[in-house]
């Protein structure tokens, strides 16, 4: 059986993070279990902490070595024999085999999903919505004591993509790209409540989103394919919409996988799960 350390944390996040650092491994290298949900209780009163119990290690057993022979002898004519010394590595030797037959054999991440080719935005625009994104997030920017650099593309008809430019871009981007959302969010609403038509407004600093959504489709082929291999459901970390959704749109043809959203905001994440009817 796998190993495991329970954990406790202000919240479940924090207890994660605490046990991946006390492990020294990486999220993708473990599972999660929530034993227990943080609670505020009333004005401090009644409030506990959140407690998860973070699995570890390899995911299968190892197939029980084989016991060597003894026969019983006399206290004279007990001594070890030289002969016998080298004959336990050659026993270890076919069951290496079968492990590195069997790492052969399962599907590589890249065949279940390759990665998507990067998109081309084309020229930048200056229609009536790309001036008003461009107006309202200059005037967002000076509030907000920001310099930066607003280009805008259009890479498909009502889908306008936003790209800033320029230092210290991490306080637009904040925590898990929590601002830049929240700008996205006010950027939409603007434009979109003027009338003309609704559009989608992506916004991105930094190649941020990229990059993100880059690591989330690697993390969604690695993933799929233990779960391939191993032929188990595996529950990824809690993630926003945008980010569920690349997820769901990364493993939607991947033969064998399929993937459901489950919990509650700000705790809903992604079951990535085996699929015996699509599985080659």
Known sequence: MREFIDVTGKTEDEAVSKAL??????????????????KSGFLGIGSSPARVRVYHG??????????????????AEFRPEPKQEPRQPRREKPRRQEHKEDRAAAPKAEELCPAPALQDLGDEVDDEKAQAIRTFLTGLLEHMECSANIRVYQPEKGR??????????????????????????????????????????????????????????????????????????????PMNAYERHVIHTALQDVPGVTTYSTGTEPNRRVIVAYDRTTAR
């Open 160 to 237: 306008y993509k936003v790209i800033l430019e320029g230092k210290q871009m991490g306080a637009l981007i904040g925590r898990r790209g929590e601002t830049l959302d929240a700008i996205q969010q006010l950027t939409s609403y603007s434009v979109n409540r003027a009338g003309g038509g609704r559009v989608r407004v992506q916004l991105d600093a930094e190649g941020y989103r990229d990059k993100r959504e880059q690591s989330l489709q690697h993390l969604a082929r690695k993933v799929a394919g233990k779960v391939v291999k191993y032929r188990r459901s595996v529950p990824l970390e």
């Open 21 to 38: 650092a006390q492990l020294g491994l990486d999220r993708d290298d473990v599972s999660v279990e929530i034993l227990e949900r943080a």
């Open 58 to 75: 390899p995911e299968e057993e190892p197939a029980p070595a084989a016991k060597a022979e003894t026969r019983p002898e006399s206290k």
